[in-house]
């Protein structure tokens, strides 16, 4: 184990940085700061600190990390998240338990009803 590791953020790679921070600060609350390179940070939400990081590429295959948010009403919450721009994604899963979705550049994140177990 790394001795005093913590975790100072989730980054998503982003074509526009400031527009993705801003639908996922739209989303989990917080607000968006960008820096003079155009990265754009999403402080102050429930969420962990995001970082958004310009890259020039487009996004190519499904992630292989991705957010789980837990919500009161799924059905309410797919509604706000695809108003705010969001998209289905039901070809990574279309069961019953959880949505998934995709923001504006194509990152998978599931939305969950509190009763999902979680492991111990």
Known sequence: MLPDVSFTAVSFDANDPAGL????????GGSVQVDDDG??????????PLDFLRVSEEKSAKNRIHLDLTVPDVAAAVAV???LGATAAPDVYSGERWVVLRDPEGNEFCLLPPDIPQPP
């Open 21 to 28: 921070a801003g639908f996922w600060a739209a989303l989990v």
């Open 39 to 48: 990265d754009a940070f999403v402080r102050g939400a429930a969420a962990p």
């Open 81 to 83: 998240a695809v108003g």
